[in-house]
Nanobody
Framework: QVQLVESGGGLVQAGGSLRLSCAAS????????MGWYRQAPGKQRELVAA???????NYADSVKGRFTISRDNAKNTVYLQMNSLKPEDTAIYYC?????????????WGQGTQVTVSS
């Protein structure tokens, strides 16, 4: 069985920073793309940032220049450094990973971590 466990969420004032972590564990052969999504109340879940196994990154326009995604392949962990946070960044943040256990890959999700930015 595979698990994604997130940490690092919390309450921060506008302009502040937070760092999210997500560690994958279990029977893992390899991990393709890892990413972060978020869902604010009353809104659909949206992609925040993603990073491939080779380190190529992709960001939502709303976070470019403020957020940085990175990963440690040896630890099966992905990070999201969030700077210059805005109240509109408030949401539940979910980790996502495309994991190969045997032959085919499958998408896994973390349980979510709350990020609240006060004005």
């Amino acid at each position: 069985q595979v698990q994604l466990v997130e940490s690092g969420g919390g309450l921060v004032q506008a302009g502040g920073s937070l760092r999210l972590s997500c560690a994958a564990s279990g029977s893992i052969r390899s991990i393709n793309t890892m990413g972060w999504y978020r869902q604010a109340p009353g809104k659909q879940r949206e992609l925040v940032a993603a990073v491939t196994s080779r380190g190529s990154t992709n960001y939502a326009d709303s976070v470019k220049g403020r957020f940085t995604i990175s990963r440690d392949n040896a630890k099966n962990t992905v990070y999201l450094q969030m700077n210059s946070l805005k109240p509109e960044d408030t949401a539940i943040y979910y980790c996502n990973a495309d994991i190969v256990q045997w032959i085919e890959s499958r998408m896994y999700w973390g349980q979510g971590t709350q990020v609240t930015v006060s004005s």
